[in-house]
């Protein structure tokens, strides 16, 4: 096993973001301004928001998923992201990637989330 094979092993399965860029604040607020439509619960305090990864450039890559594979609107949910964080002042362009992995779980919810749903 290479050293490389060893690391990537102990990789954690979500990437950090980069929260302390300057723009890091303003593209969780309009994170949050999307909602999945079957909760009443924005995106962001659901979990669904892995990754909120911004460049030197102010390119902005998220790294989602979903509730679940079959959510019907899994198609068009990445676009709504996309389209919300595409205005963010200073927001150069957004890349938004879908991922299974690791699958969404209910304790990737905020404690707001729970509330709100009556999990707590």
């Given at each position: 096993m290479t050293e490389a094979t060893a690391h990537m092993e102990g990789a954690p399965l979500i990437a950090p973001s980069t929260t302390d860029?300057?723009?890091?604040?303003a593209v969780v607020e309009a994170c949050r301004t999307?909602?999945?439509?079957?909760i009443p619960v924005n995106i962001y305090d659901l979990g669904?928001?892995?990754?909120i990864e911004i460049s030197e450039e102010n390119s902005v890559?998220?790294?989602?998923?979903?509730?679940a594979p079959g959510c019907?609107?899994?198609?068009?949910?990445p676009g709504w992201l996309s389209d919300a964080v595409?205005?963010?002042?200073?927001?150069?362009?957004?890349?938004?990637?879908l991922t299974w992995d690791p699958p969404w779980g209910m304790d990737m919810m905020s404690d707001e989330a729970r509330l709100e749903l009556g999990f707590m």
């Open positions: 860029h300057p723009l890091y604040d999307v909602y999945d439509p079957e669904l928001v892995y990754t890559r998220l790294i989602m998923t979903l509730t019907p609107v899994a198609g068009e949910m595409g205005p963010v002042a200073g927001v150069k362009d957004v890349e938004v990637e």
